[in-house]
């Protein structure tokens, strides 16, 4: 049984990021299932930090894209919707190029909060950051 509501697509997930960080960043959305949601995200100049690694703040952004999308394919868009209270990550190994992939799953979704648990890995499937991401589920005024 999936976590999602229904509907969901991969169209519809690379659309909600048009002109947005997310998109300058080239993040795209490639996979997902019942309980997960991938995407990968380039490792270049727009990744970068000064030393030419992956920097710490991409692959947030990437575990924070990740979260926050999943987190909203789980609620009726058009009553709630679901902002990041906390984000924590580990960086544990570098990348220089080519892509890194994420993939987040629920560890807890409930009423008012959502957990997920991001991982991120390089090309050839090492752990490169694992992050987590509470969301605060809102009522629409």
Same mark, same amino acid.
């Given at each position: ?44 100049? %727009? ?29 009726? %868009? ?46 050839? %499937? ?16």
């Amino acid at each position: 049984m999936s976590v999602f509501k229904p509907g969901i697509s991969l169209e519809e997930l690379n659309k909600l990021s048009l002109n947005t960080m997310v998109s300058y960043l080239g993040i795209e959305f490639t996979e997902f299932g019942n309980d997960y949601i991938t995407a990968k995200m380039p490792v270049d100049h %727009r990744t970068h930090q000064p030393l030419g690694l992956l920097h710490g703040g991409a692959s947030v952004t990437l575990a924070e894209t990740l979260g926050s999308v999943a987190a909203t394919c789980c609620v009726d %868009r058009t009553t709630q919707y679901c902002v990041g209270l906390e984000i924590n990550a580990n960086h544990v190994k570098s990348a220089r190029s080519g892509y890194v992939y994420g993939t987040t799953r629920p560890i807890h979704i409930g009423k008012r909060t959502q957990v997920w648990e991001v991982k991120i890995v390089n090309e050839a %499937r090492e752990l490169v950051c694992i992050s987590r991401i509470t969301m605060a589920v809102i009522d629409k005024r």
